[in-house]
């Protein structure tokens, strides 16, 4: 069964720190892999793409990087702010078009 | 990206009524798809809303309470049927761009069924 988790559920760090998401999949033979961002009671906001020929994305203050053989992605926040706190999703294309989505890791950046 | 709106964004329901959420995008895409996420989870894939032919549901979610509608490339509606408590949840549409295949959400509609 094609399985993603994400550890840990919360993770609460003091503005200014630089933080790593974790991302793990069951599947090595993924298709992409988004990271989205949720607001309590939001919809969901796409930060970055990986496709499976790439290692790495970046945009901004957000660096992902995916290794295909250990089934892992990372989520790189540099220089966290307060308006960073959110639920960061995780979710895998296994090649059928479908998303298969993790639990999340709840953000709390602390002033 | 796409713009993608949802009506309506939150709603209160009475059990054994129905519900119809529209999804509509700014732009053709080939791939629309309906999500459920339930309070404090993730999200799960409810099925693939296919233009011109039946929805494509996923294992756990049948026609007859999630009823899908996609009369074109930039328009699709989810029926919730005969609601009960345990249907309350946000609904998320999202789409596919074919190229990058990467996928965007709608706001997401609320609904809770009393």
């Known amino acids: 069964k094609q399985e993603v988790t994400q550890i840990p559920a919360a993770l609460s760090v003091p503005e200014g720190e630089n933080l790593v998401l974790n991302c793990s999949f069951t599947?090595?033979?993924?298709?992409?892999l988004q990271w989205f961002r949720q607001d309590p009671g939001k919809g969901l906001t796409s930060l970055l793409l990986i496709q499976s020929s790439q290692r790495e994305q970046t945009s901004g203050r957000l660096n992902a990087s995916l290794d295909k053989s250990s089934g892992r992605s990372t989520l790189y926040i540099a220089a966290s702010q307060p308006g960073d706190s959110a639920t960061y999703l995780c979710a895998v294309n296994f090649g059928n078009e479908k998303l298969t989505f993790g639990t999340g890791t709840r953000l709390t950046i602390i002033p | 990206s796409a713009v993608i709106s949802q009506k309506p964004s939150r709603d209160i329901c009475q059990r054994g009524t129905s519900l119809t959420i529209q999804c509509q995008v700014d732009?053709?895409?080939?791939?629309m798809f309906w999500y459920r996420q339930q309070p404090g989870q993730s999200l799960t894939l409810i099925a693939t809303a296919n233009q011109g032919s039946e929805a494509t549901y996923e294992s756990g979610f049948v026609i007859d309470k999630f009823p899908i509608s996609r009369p074109n490339l930039t328009f699709s509606t989810l029926t919730v049927s005969n609601m009960s408590p345990e249907d309350s949840s946000i609904y998320l549409c999202?789409?596919?761009?074919?190229?990058?295949?990467?996928?965007?959400f709608g706001p997401g509609t609320r609904l809770t069924v009393l």
């Open positions: 999202s789409v596919a761009r074919s190229i990058s295949n990467e996928q965007f």
């Open positions: 732009s053709q895409v080939t791939m």
């Open positions: 599947d090595s033979a993924i298709y992409n």
